[in-house]
């Protein structure tokens, strides 16, 4: 077995630019006859056949999740700054060379491959080149061609079209007059399963897969998110490796990068980048669009804005604790301590101990004494000529001013005073 250097020296191709950075081609090989064709599956660009390696995850545990080497580098920064991704669709992972830019028996690639070459110092836009899958009579057929941001899939490219094709719309940012672009809608997913050029990706890829397909069907998402296996895309030692195309929250279509990913990810992958629009930054390897230090910025002040929010949210626990914390008991009078809160609460009871007849009878005296007790404050302010409005029994005591304090203790002064006279007086008779 080939050492691992030796092995990321062969993951990467780089396309001479006069850029300053590089576009990582990839993609596919093998006869033709080599190609079966299994049918879409739902939920999925393409075939179930794939799916048979998903359980060789659990099986090779030297390549697969529980590899010596899984989760053991930092992800954020990892991706290759580029601004395009444009996918080809030919054939499936079972028949894909290591090396299909070079591939003899596969003239489209290949010729692809030579004609972006060639015309990469003319394109306005860093363009990364990527094999999906594709079959015949199914969604996304041999030929189609995906391109992102721009969200549009033309149909059915061969070997002849490659030249006209690069030139209209890789370099000119036009349309290629032969075919009508359709727009793509919805979220695309592709997983790194290029077994052939990386043995962790031919392990992880497929049962990532495999669990994309599940949870889409389970939740109902077809039409709505699709997933495809691809080739190399870079970085196989985080395999597994997913990319997610998409509109964001704001409407711009975005890629974004993960590593790490196992099967039990796939759910939160899900749920949280693709319905609600959150960024998992424990998985997250970088962006569509951003340099690596760029990358890094970017997650530095997510988690510094989650970290905020979470602050945040944690204070208003503990605010919201407080307000039921405490109560006093003052001459007959109830009043709740609300640190602030303008609103009477007759609720701080807990809920699930509503149905206690005592906890009833307690919460009926309680309002019974704030009825009181408003009615004791209005006489006060009426006293002093003031119109002073009380906005809540939790808040009374904060609503008065200095003089009334001192009014307030003058008045228990002279009334405990009295008792203490009436009291001597008692006992000298």
Known sequence: MASN?????????????????SSPITVSDQLDSYLTDPRSASGSFQNEGLLSAGEAAAADPDFGFSRPDFRQSPLAGTVEFYQRHVFLCYKNPRVWPPRIEAAEFDRLPRLLYAAVVARKSHMKKETRLTICEGHDGTETSNGDVLIFPDMVRYRRLTHFDVETFVEEVLVKDGEWLPGTPE?????????????????RCGVCGPALVSRFRE????????????????????????????????????????????????????PLLLQHHIVKGEILDSLWRGQMGLSENEQNKKREQRLLLNGLRDLEESTQVCRSQDNFVSCCQSNGVGCCQSNGDSSFRQNHVLVDKRNDPDVIETEAKISADNKSSETVLSRISSSKGALRKFPSMTTWLDGWEQEDTYAALAVVCAAVSVAIAYNCYKQLR
């Open 5 to 21: 250097r030796e092995r990321e020296d062969s993951l990467t191709f780089t396309i001479p630019s006069s850029s300053s950075h």
């Open 183 to 199: 727009a793509l809608k919805g979220s695309y997913v592709f997983v790194c399963s290029h077994g052939s050029r990386d043995r």
């Open 215 to 266: 949870e889409i069907e389970l939740h109902g998402l077809q039409g709505k998110v699709f997933v495809s296996p691809c080739s190399h895309i870079g970085g196989s030692q985080y395999a597994g490796n997913v990319i997610v195309f998409g509109p964001s929250m704001n409407g711009e279509v975005t890629g974004h990068w993960y590593g790490y990913v196992t099967p039990d990810d796939v």
